[in-house]
């Protein structure tokens, strides 16, 4: 499946995103959609992901109750809305997809859509 990841802009601190992933060519059908993101100079973390039914989320601690991820499947896209944002946030975000995995490691997910930069002003 390939994967497009948009919304990604510059911010002010404490504002709000909506990230989204779609998928070209295919259907999302059964796959479990994971968000990541890459500081600069940093390793690419795991943020959030959804599996399939969408009634399983899941986040890293340093976003929850700021971020929520969800997906409309008719449409074959995944969102992850972005609240009380931080410069901490600054970071490209990569979608990835799987349909077997559904963990926090990089390696689980076979597909990767391109990455959209978010940048939070302080």
Do not use: H
Not at 98 to 113: F, H
């Amino acid at each position: 499946v390939q994967l497009q990841a948009s919304g990604g802009g510059l911010v002010q601190a404490g504002g709000s995103l909506r990230l989204s992933c779609a998928a070209a060519g295919r259907t999302f059908s059964g796959y479990t959609i994971a968000w990541f993101r890459q500081a600069p100079g940093k390793e690419r973390e795991f943020v959030s992901r959804i599996r399939w039914s969408g009634a399983s989320t899941y986040y890293t601690d340093s976003v929850k109750g700021r971020f929520t991820i969800s997906r409309d499947n008719a449409k074959n896209t995944v969102y992850l809305q972005m609240n009380s944002l931080k410069p901490e946030d600054t970071a490209v975000y990569y979608c990835a997809a799987d349909t077997y995995y559904s963990g926090t490691a990089l390696y689980g997910y076979n597909y990767w859509g391109q990455g959209t930069l978010v940048t939070v002003s302080s």
